[in-house]
């Protein structure tokens, strides 16, 4: 089992910046991806960003322009910088790797909270 341990929620005004932060075991080898998936109450869970090992990153509509995804390679860590928060970004985030290149797995963080306020 991979541990990934994930920081930076909390409670934020509208128009506010949160830094979500994801580490990953620093001698895991074959760290494919790296991602933000996020699943407010009663929704299903969604990506929000993604970021492959070589750097090419992925965005939803809902964050694009305003969100900016990095990562680490050689310490296996991550963060997503979100600018200009909306209500509507309130829910849990996850972290989430994909480990392996020809047969991939998932592992998931146990989530951070991000609520914002109005």
């Known amino acids: 089992q991979v541990q990934l341990v994930e920081s930076g929620g909390g409670l934020v005004q509208a128009g506010g910046s949160l830094n979500l932060s994801c580490a990953a075991p620093r001698n895991l080898f074959s760290v494919n991806y790296m991602g933000w998936h996020r699943q407010a109450p009663g929704k299903q869970r969604e990506l929000v960003a993604s970021?492959?090992?070589?750097?090419?990153?992925n965005y939803a509509d809902f964050v694009r322009g305003r969100s900016t995804i990095s990562r680490d390679n050689a310490k296996n860590t991550m963060s997503l910088q979100m600018d200009s928060l909306k209500p509507e970004d309130t829910a849990v985030y996850y972290c989430?790797?994909?480990?392996?290149?020809?047969?991939?797995?998932?592992?998931w963080g146990q989530g951070t909270q991000v609520t914002v306020s109005s």
């Open positions: 970021i492959t090992r070589n750097g090419y990153t």
């Open positions: 989430n790797i994909g480990l392996g290149f020809t047969s991939i797995k998932d592992y």
